[in-house]
């Protein structure tokens, strides 16, 4: 008997072997699984292929790109008559977003920033009930609370105007806020409503986006969820976060996005648009004398056009990282790099770069977990020079401040799930005016926060050795 578990045991090794040794996936990632695969016979496995393997959506985005190609194409087409300037008219990052991700360019474009969830509710919600023809609204997470509510009962009005009304929820994202209510009143009263992926085989693969487009003008996004904590904190703790809207010809980038996610959910012939695609990417008035307007580009992964790579958010970062001349600031709530990124930021804190890592003290879920994590790397930069802010409340924002010019705001955290996993996205802008406004409220949030003391960070327990050690295995989660 023992013979014969012994021998069933060298040919699961065999199988999984040669199943995560041809997954395509990075070293350090089949080593990872290799180890849980190992260690953990047949419920390893189980996880392997509910969470780890690729597959199985790979062979969805087959499938959905097939059922729905000629409407994928129409899109792309609509978005490029919209981009005029040539590539020799081009800085040589909007150079690269173009050629990598197919990334608009356009320079008509009115941004306002929030840094706090009541101005940006309130503005919402009002640009909500000016809107006329249709709205599409998009989160990862929909809370059960005052400021759901608030949502669904304006869309609702709206849509008994007449008004087009579309929501798409993270299934996943959604699975714990008890928003269920919520969405069935939307959907009796007319709106048209769909969760992402509902499916437990695509549990690892989710939709981080938060978009709002009214009207094809305007359009919201950035780090903030709909719901009470965004506004008002959580346990006491303040809420700080980053979130814009959007005027002018970069919100047909937004509307390509949100309608490339919609059609991926519609798993019926019928797609629920009232119109043809192109009445939704209304034309640009153009720029208006005295006003100050911004080129802005919208980089986005996860789409089901030609440009689907799957590193368009890693190999986009790592570019306007690395090109950093002068400063780099980042905020991201969780920090678990890849490995370049990581070499990258000590290479130019090193080099004489203000590199600046601001992130946070608290967390809503995942505490002691997300905080080995980050000590665990930032460890790795103790004697490069990098500046560590731990931000005395709950640090959200998801931005990236680059020398006097570049700045990123958007869903992006700097972890392996952001870079590589979830569907994101970001604005990228080339501006000096935004780029100093940004780097005040950076400042601003330097004055909120805790910056990490080194002499006492090397100072390490075994306890948190064996934490970090640990911790580190399971960072691709994070």
Known sequence: ?????????????????????????????????????????????????????ESYWAYQRRRIRRRHKGLFLELDDIIRKSDNPSNAELTPTQRFHRQWCGSMFTNDNVVEIFTNGKPKFASLFEDLRQAKDHIHVQYFTIHNDSVGQELIAILKEKASQGV??????????????????????????GGQVRGIRPYARALNYRNHRKLVIIDGTIGYLGGMNLGERYAFGVRGKEWRDTHIRLAGGGVHDLQQIFMSDWIASTRKERIGFRKRLRHYFPKSHGQAEGCSYLPTQTIANGLYNKFIHQDVINLSYFNLITGAQQRLWIQTPYFSPSEPVL???????????????????????????????????????????????????????????????????????????????????????ESSELNDKYADIFANDIAHSVELDYVQFKKQTLRSRWLEAIVSLFSPLS
Not at 32 to 47: K, N, Q, Y
Not at 165 to 189: H, I, N, Q
Not at 397 to 415: F, Q, R, Y
Request: net charge positive; aromatic share 16%.
């Open 164 to 189: 087009e009304v579309k929501l798409l929820y993270d299934s996943f994202g959604c699975l714990m806020t008890f928003v269920g209510p919520l969405l069935w009143e939307l959907r009796k009263a």
């Open 343 to 429: 070499q990258s930021l000590k290479t130019l804190a090193l080099r004489g770069v203000d590199v600046r890592i601001m992130t946070s003290s608290y967390y809503t879920f995942g505490g002691l977990f997300h905080h080995n994590i980050k000590n665990y790397y930032f460890r790795q930069l103790v004697d490069s020079g990098v500046r560590v802010f731990k931000y005395k409340g709950i640090m959200h924002a998801k931005t990236m401040l680059i020398d006097e010019e570049h700045l990123c705001i958007g869903t992006v955290n700097l972890n392996y799930r952001s870079l590589e996993l979830d569907d994101e996205l970001f604005v990228y802008f």
């Open 1 to 53: 008997m023992r013979q014969i578990l012994s021998l069933l045991y060298i040919g699961y090794l065999l199988f999984v072997m040669l199943l995560v040794f041809f997954s395509g996936k990075k070293p350090i990632q089949r080593f990872s699984w290799l180890l849980v695969l190992t260690f953990i016979p047949v419920v390893g496995l189980a996880i392997y292929l509910l969470l780890g393997s």
